[in-house]
């Protein structure tokens, strides 16, 4: 059975770092895309950061050079550290998994999501 579940959200203040897991079971995190969005209040879900399965890395413009997206095979966990936190960073962030074919920045691209977990950053 596919499930991802996130854990790590919280309250910061801005300037701040949380890091975000997402222990997926039901494959391997390695072996598939795997990917970050958040839904920022009173907006769409939109797209974080994604890793190929061959590792390449992606991330959208907003988070360049703050966040970080990485696996982890042993516990088969996927990471997204955040550092220098900003108020526009608050959001239910998701961790989601294995496309489809389209497009990374995309949410019809992705097939499994996990819950969500909330990220506060206040100024």
């Known amino acids: 059975q596919v499930q991802l579940v996130e854990s790590g959200g919280g309250s910061v203040q801005a300037g701040g770092s949380l890091r975000l897991s997402c222990a997926v079971s039901?494959?391997?995190?390695?072996?598939?895309?795997m990917a970050w969005f958040r839904q920022p209040p009173g907006n769409e879900r939109e797209a974080v950061a994604a890793i190929t399965d061959g590792g390449s890395k992606f991330y959208a413009d907003a988070v360049k050079g703050r966040f970080t997206v990485s696996p982890d095979n042993a516990r088969n966990t996927l990471y997204l550290e955040m550092t220098s936190l900003k108020p526009a960073d608050t959001g239910i962030y998701f961790c989601?998994?294995?496309?489809?074919?389209?497009?990374?920045?995309?949410?019809?691209?992705?097939?499994?999501w996990g819950q969500g977990t909330q990220v506060t950053v206040s100024s």
């Open positions: 989601t998994g294995r496309t489809n074919g389209g497009h990374w920045y995309a949410v019809t691209t992705w097939t499994d």
């Open positions: 039901g494959y391997p995190v390695i072996s598939y895309c």
